[in-house]
């Protein structure tokens, strides 16, 4: 029984097409968050939704757009994919933003993404 | 210059020993702080949280200065096992949630 799920674990497309990639919690966490991580292995964060709603929008390029459906879901789905997009996208989820413990971050497994 | 920065490292060090990362904070705003771990191709994992008074668990000992605004990590009789990446993570809530990673050090324990 996952707590963080992702889906595609491996993503290899072409550039210009469109892609989403699917996150899951099971958790019962009211937060939930998508992070890039590049070749550098730099872990930088993209997006953050608290109870559904949008409280990071880090500046990344408007051709990635999250979709909340409900507390347990967040999406990203990805337009005109680029070269620069290849890295992995980890999906994490924590209880709260309250500080110390609520703040701990669960992660997924993450989804590898190559353009090509 | 970065919000958070780590000694990317690698430190490479025999089994048994004791080895220490730093990570520095500039926003002193900054909340809460945290150890993560992450493996070769897996995803970063919670190590401990840091707390001003200082915490231990088993091994491992995570220091909090927040007039210098760093903290610390302290590893004692490093195993094999130990060898990963770990992360430094700052929260801050003042004009607006922010979660912040640090670029990670990596721990090679040899035997």
């Known amino acids: 029984d996952t707590a963080v799920s992702q889906t595609p674990k491996y993503l290899v497309t072409q550039m210009g097409n469109d892609k989403s990639i699917k996150c899951e919690q099971n958790l019962g966490h009211d937060t939930m968050y998508w992070y890039k991580q590049d070749s550098k292995k730099f872990l930088k964060i993209m997006f953050s939704?608290?109870?559904?709603?949008?409280?990071i929008n880090e500046t990344v390029p408007n051709r990635f757009s999250p979709k909340s459906p409900d507390k347990a879901h967040l999406n990203l789905h990805i337009n005109s994919l680029e070269l620069g997009d290849s890295a992995v996208y980890f999906c994490?989820?924590?209880?709260?933003?309250?500080?110390?413990?609520?703040?701990?971050?669960?992660f997924g497994p993450g989804t590898r993404l190559l353009v090509l | 210059r970065k919000e958070v920065e780590q000694d990317p490292g690698p430190f490479n060090v025999p089994e048994g020993a004791t080895v220490a990362f730093n990570c520095t904070y500039s926003?002193?705003?900054?909340?809460?702080f945290f150890w993560y771990r992450q493996d070769c191709r897996k995803e970063p994992k919670l190590l401990m949280s840091v707390y001003s008074s200082g915490n231990e668990d088993g091994r491992f000992t995570a220091q909090l200065n927040r007039a210098s605004q760093y903290i610390s990590l302290l590893i004692r009789d490093s195993k094999l096992s130990d060898s990963a990446t770990y992360l430094c993570v700052v929260t801050r809530h003042t004009g607006g949630f922010k979660t912040i990673f640090g670029a990670g050090t990596r721990l090679f324990v040899k035997a």
């Open positions: 994490a989820s924590s209880q709260g933003l309250l500080g110390g413990p609520q703040e701990t971050q669960y």
């Open positions: 926003n002193s705003a900054s909340q809460s």
């Open positions: 939704y608290n109870n559904k709603e949008l409280i």
